[in-house]
């Protein structure tokens, strides 16, 4: 009995697992010997913070507690993994991987939560391409507006200048990320709709010049040639406004017509046709 007590005292004198270690020898030791056993040992590791899982599972204790005092390991895995990404996309390894394997699966969905979506033309470009580093894992904020990536782009336009012209940085006002190269397919006109009578393929219709510098949006700076060859009734004889939407939409043909003005002038050329005319008041 004494002897077994000595002993006992003995072992736990020299048990590696540090002062404060409170679980009982016997549920990972076989009175035989100290090495640990995983098929006689009833210690489960899910009892912890760290359940081992994926690729940890059939880990050697040793591989994470080389001291053997349990409780100096960490949870985190920058604890023991090194930041291969060299501190570009943060400590927490969680976010992009599991114990399972180092592979993302999902990095559309990643780009997603960085409001990157890698959509159209940038679907199926190589990550270098954006992520521009000496290693294919680092990945350095690149930012996510347009011209961050395509200010040399920006700057070397010619048809149109876009430098000269004043165009916005937000390529996405006038390019989409569907078209083939900085085609303006989509491009936002509304600012002045092309729609009806404007509904032109032809943007040289309008922007005459190879450059698409402010042109004016006044209907008289497009539609002189026509105001002065009207004929039924005569617009300039009539003393009719330059301000075509007084009576005009930019509906084709030119019709229908509304026309509110009172004050007579009108009628004075167009007697015989008054009736197609008339005031719709
Ligand atoms: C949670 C499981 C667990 C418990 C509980 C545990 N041990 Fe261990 N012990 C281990 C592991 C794992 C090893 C390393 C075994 C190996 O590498 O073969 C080890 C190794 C040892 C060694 C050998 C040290 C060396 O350098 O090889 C001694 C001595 C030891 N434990 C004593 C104790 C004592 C005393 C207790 C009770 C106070 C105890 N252990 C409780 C898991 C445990
Ligand atoms: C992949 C790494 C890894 C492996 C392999 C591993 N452990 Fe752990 N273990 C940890 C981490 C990390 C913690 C700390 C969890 C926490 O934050 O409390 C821990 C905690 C523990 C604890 C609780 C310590 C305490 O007092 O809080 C014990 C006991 C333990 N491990 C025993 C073992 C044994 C026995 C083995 C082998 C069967 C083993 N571990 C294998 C990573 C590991
Ligand atoms: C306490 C230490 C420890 C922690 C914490 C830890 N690991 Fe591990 N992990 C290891 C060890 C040891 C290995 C065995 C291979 C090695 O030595 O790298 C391993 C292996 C892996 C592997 C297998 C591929 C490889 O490198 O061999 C992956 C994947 C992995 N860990 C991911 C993670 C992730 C993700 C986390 C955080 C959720 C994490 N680990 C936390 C210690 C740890
Ligand atoms: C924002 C997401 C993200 C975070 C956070 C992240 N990684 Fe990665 N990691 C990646 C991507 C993406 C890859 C490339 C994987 C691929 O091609 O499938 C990668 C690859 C790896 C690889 C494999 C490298 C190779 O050469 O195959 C390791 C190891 C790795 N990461 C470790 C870490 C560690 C350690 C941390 C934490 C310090 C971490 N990662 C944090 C996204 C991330
Ligand atoms: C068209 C450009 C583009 C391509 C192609 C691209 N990325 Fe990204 N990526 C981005 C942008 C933009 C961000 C956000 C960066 C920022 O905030 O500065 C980002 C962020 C990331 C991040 C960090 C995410 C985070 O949560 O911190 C990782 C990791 C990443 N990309 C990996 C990849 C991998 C792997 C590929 C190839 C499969 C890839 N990227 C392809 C543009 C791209
Ligand atoms: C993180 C960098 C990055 C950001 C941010 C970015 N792009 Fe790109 N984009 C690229 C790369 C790299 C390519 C492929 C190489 C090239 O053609 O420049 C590309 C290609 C394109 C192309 C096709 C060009 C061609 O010649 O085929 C268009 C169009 C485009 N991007 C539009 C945009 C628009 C619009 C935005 C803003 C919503 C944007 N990009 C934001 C990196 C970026
Ligand atoms: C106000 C509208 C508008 C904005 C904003 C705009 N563009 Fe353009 N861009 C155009 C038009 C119009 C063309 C001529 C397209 C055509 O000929 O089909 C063009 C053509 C281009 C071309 C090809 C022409 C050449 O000379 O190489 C590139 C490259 C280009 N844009 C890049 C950009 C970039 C990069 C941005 C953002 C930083 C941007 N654009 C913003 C309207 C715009
Ligand atoms: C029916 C005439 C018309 C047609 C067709 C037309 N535009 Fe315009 N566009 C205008 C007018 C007018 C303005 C000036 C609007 C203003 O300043 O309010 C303008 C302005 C622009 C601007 C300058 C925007 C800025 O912010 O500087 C661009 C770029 C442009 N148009 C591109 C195009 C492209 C590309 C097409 C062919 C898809 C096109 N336009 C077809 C009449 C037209
Ligand atoms: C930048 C030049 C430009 C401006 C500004 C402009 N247009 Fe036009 N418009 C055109 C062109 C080009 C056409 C197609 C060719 C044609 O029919 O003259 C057209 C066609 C029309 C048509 C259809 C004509 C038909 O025969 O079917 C109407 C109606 C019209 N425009 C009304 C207007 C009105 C109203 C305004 C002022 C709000 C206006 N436009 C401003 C260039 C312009
Ligand atoms: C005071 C009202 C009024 C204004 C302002 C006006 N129009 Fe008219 N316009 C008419 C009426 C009324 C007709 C005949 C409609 C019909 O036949 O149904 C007409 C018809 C036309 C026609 C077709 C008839 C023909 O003889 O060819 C054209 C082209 C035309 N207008 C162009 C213009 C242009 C361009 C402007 C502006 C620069 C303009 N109009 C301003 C009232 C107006």
Redesign the pocket.
Known sequence: MIWLVVITQQMLAQSPHGKNFAIDCATCHHPENWSYQQNKATFSHDSTAFPLVGQHKDLDCRSCHQTLAFDQAQSNCVSCHSDIHQQTVGNDCARCHTPQSWIVEDVTQMHENVAFPLMGVHANINCNDCHQSETNVRFSPTGVTCIDCHRADYVNTKK?DHVK????NDCA??HGLNGSAWS??I?D?S??P?EQ???????????LAED???????CI??HQNDFNGTQNPNHAMSGFSNNCIECHT?SPSWKPVTFTDHDGRFFLFTQANTKAYGPTV
């Not at 698409?212 to 006044?218: F, N, Q, V």
């Open positions: 149109p012209n004043n165009f916005s006002m006038c303006t397919e491009i006109h600012f002045f092309l009578g404007h509904k032109i393929d032809d943007c040289k219709a309008c922007h698409y510098s402010i042109i004016s949006a006044e700076s497009c930019i």
